[in-house]
């Protein structure tokens, strides 16, 4: 059975003394209801009550805490919010329309000083056992996936089992047919990032011939005006050391000789640029290659997978159907 966890948040006053004024107006029920959600336990929580309120010479109700500890742990023991209306007898009901086997309640209510009727326990469990094991139960109980426990009487237990294992065949070829919906939507994704993958991988090449058409046509360029200043640079060289005095291009000179050093550094950063963006984008290139290389494993795999789900969910609607006929 599900255990019920719950958890009240609550500020308690014994984190914090308790004033005169708190100790004669407290409704020690009530309080004791709270406390019995609290994480701490509400025997150590009634123990400093008592010892705050004794510092004010007032006596704490303890036997109004304890009931209002006993009145919200035998709901939250039992798991069952109307417990105080329907009792132990619709627990054991309960538990046996659920399909459990029976509970022993007595550890988990024992804290908060609940003693479980194992009397009215067994005949609610009996009666729900009456409802539960027959024909229609048997086969909704296996349709939701629910496991026997080999719980129903003797005489009742072949034709429970003949019915809960035709509602077990369909609960059991839904999941399959789950599961093959699932892995064909997997599968589909994975063509999607492939076709993603493809056109990225065409962009990146087609950026990458645009860089070896372009790039080196700049560095030609670069490189002829280089050498255009070069040339121009030996002229004037040339007219300098023929002349006997400074001649008036000099000046023409060192703007030419600036510019070839800018030129030559420019050129230097137009190579680098080129070969660091080429190889980025070889290498971005090869990571989408292999990618799509994955993903088409990927999806041979899973088509496999898909192969053999199907093939199961064939046999299993087979299965089903002479479950239900034979009912």
């Known amino acids: ?32 209801v709270k406390d019995a959600h609290s994480k701490t336990s509400w025997k150590e929580n009634l123990g400093n009550y008592k010892e705050q309120c004794s510092e004010h010479k007032i006596k704490v109700n303890e036997a109004a805490y304890t009931s209002g500890i006993k009145y919200e742990g035998a709901k939250i023991c039992s798991d069952l919010q109307s417990f105080h209306i329907d009792g132990w007898q619709e627990v054991g009901k309960r538990d046996a329309l659920e399909g459990q086997s029976k509970i022993d309640y007595h550890n988990k209510c024992l804290e908060y000083g609940v003693i479980p009727v194992n009397s009215l326990y067994e005949t609610g469990y009996n009666r729900g056992l009456e409802v539960f094991c027959s024909a229609d139960r048997a086969y909704e109980f296996g349709l939701s996936g629910g496991v026997y426990n080999y719980q129903c009487p003797k005489h009742l237990e072949a034709e429970f089992l003949r019915h809960h294992t035709a509602g077990i065949k369909v609960f059991e070829t839904k999941k399959l047919e789950r599961r093959v919906v699932n892995l064909e939507n997997e599968i589909d994704s994975l063509h999607a990032t492939h076709e993603r993958k493809e056109k990225e991988l065409y962009e990146t ?116 159907k002479d479950h239900e006929r034979n009912l």
């Open 1 to 32: 059975m599900k255990q019920l966890v719950k958890i009240a948040l609550i500020t308690l006053i014994s984190c914090s003394s308790l004033s005169k004024k708190d100790c004669i107006n407290m409704n020690w029920k009530n309080k004791g």
């Open 205 to 320: 090449e087609s950026d990458l011939r645009e860089l070896e058409i372009h790039a080196p046509r700049e560095i030609a360029d670069i490189e002829a005006e280089i050498y255009s200043v070069k040339r121009k640079i030996d002229v004037l060289r040339r007219d300098y050391s023929n002349s006997s005095i400074k001649p008036i291009g000099s000046s023409q000179l060192s703007s030419l000789e600036s510019r070839l050093r800018s030129l030559e550094s420019d050129l230097s950063s137009e190579k680098s640029a080129y070969l660091r963006e080429r190889e980025d984008y070889l290498r971005d290139i090869q990571d989408l290659n292999d990618d799509l290389n994955d993903i088409d494993q990927s999806i041979r795999n899973a088509n496999i997978d898909l192969s053999n789900l199907r093939r199961r969910l064939h046999e299993s609607h087979m299965d089903a």
